[in-house]
């Protein structure tokens, strides 16, 4: 499976959070965020966002003069012990479920592992119900905004591989069931803008995705909304966008 060489605004601002981290953990007895400027050469509103993020998430704390020190997410993620899946699991899983209670959506982690399609996280409610697979979301990728935020990671040729196996048939009126549309579309999403899914797979349900990719691993945040709540995706779909950074960290430690 090739990847297309796009990298997301998501993917940036990890690579700039990490070399913070790489600078943390060289201090170990703490270091300024004037050193942590000096050493990144990160602009000083970029740097600020990011330092506040890490500490949101706890990969960072300030001690008594303000300097910063890894923090109990980095220790625990940065190990190479036998208990770090899980803790990137349970870390992703907290992260989803304050996710989902902030734009008020259910939301998932999605992979695209071994030519398919696969949901490993996800985060509803009584009151974000998730998606009703009605048809194995293995086979529709067209028609979801998930399926097809991975489908834009990779390349022209993994692409016919995966449509050659999951025909593009019509799950709703909304559907685009031409490939030469299909790829169309796929190409000119733009990587910064979530990709929507406008009751294409399920009539009454609207979806938007982004996608969370590190290194040759092909995956996407996303999220669903019933169409009475249609009125609120784009702005929970900018939260989705903001969030894929830490998510992306996460598993990228």
């Given at each position: 499976m090739a990847l297309r060489p796009e990298p997301t605004a998501p993917f940036h601002s990890v690579q700039h959070a990490l070399r913070i981290l790489e600078v943390v953990a060289k201090h170990s007895s703490g270091v300024s965020d004037i050193m942590i400027a000096r050493e990144t050469r990160l602009p000083a509103h970029q740097l600020a966002d990011l330092l506040l993020m890490l500490r949101r998430e706890g990969y960072v704390e300030q001690i008594a003069d303000g300097a910063y020190v890894g923090g109990i997410s980095l220790a625990l993620l940065g190990s190479a012990g036998p208990d770090r899946g899980h803790a990137v699991q349970?870390?992703?899983?907290?992260?989803?479920?304050?996710?989902?209670?902030?734009?008020?959506?259910?939301?998932?982690?999605?992979?695209?592992?071994?030519?398919?399609?696969?949901?490993?996280?996800?985060?509803?409610?009584?009151?974000?119900?998730?998606?009703?697979?009605?048809?194995?979301?293995?086979?529709?990728?067209?028609?979801?905004?998930?399926?097809?935020?991975?489908?834009?990671?990779?390349?022209?040729?993994?692409?016919?591989?995966?449509?050659?196996?999951?025909?593009?048939?019509?799950?709703?009126?909304?559907?685009?069931?031409?490939?030469?549309?299909?790829?169309?579309?796929?190409?000119?999403?733009?990587?910064?803008?979530?990709?929507?899914?406008?009751?294409?797979?399920?009539?009454?349900?609207?979806?938007?995705a982004v996608p969370v990719s590190a290194g040759r691993s092909v995956g996407c945040l996303a999220l669903s909304l019933p169409l009475a709540h249609a009125h609120r995706l784009r702005q929970a779909a900018d939260a989705l966008n903001r969030e894929a950074a830490p998510m992306l960290l996460s598993l990228s430690i």
């Open positions: 349970d870390k992703l899983q907290r992260s989803l479920t304050a996710l989902r209670d902030s734009v008020g959506a259910a939301v998932y982690l999605s992979r695209y592992v071994d030519g398919e399609i696969k949901i490993t996280q996800y985060a509803d409610g009584p009151r974000t119900p998730k998606v009703n697979e009605w048809v194995d979301f293995r086979s529709a990728a067209h028609a979801m905004a998930l399926g097809k935020c991975l489908l834009t990671q990779l390349d022209h040729d993994s692409r016919r591989d995966h449509l050659a196996r999951h025909k593009t048939v019509r799950l709703t009126s909304r559907t685009t069931t031409n490939e030469k549309v299909l790829f169309r579309k796929l190409d000119s999403q733009p990587a910064t803008v979530p990709v929507l899914d406008l009751q294409e797979y399920a009539i009454g349900t609207v979806c938007a």
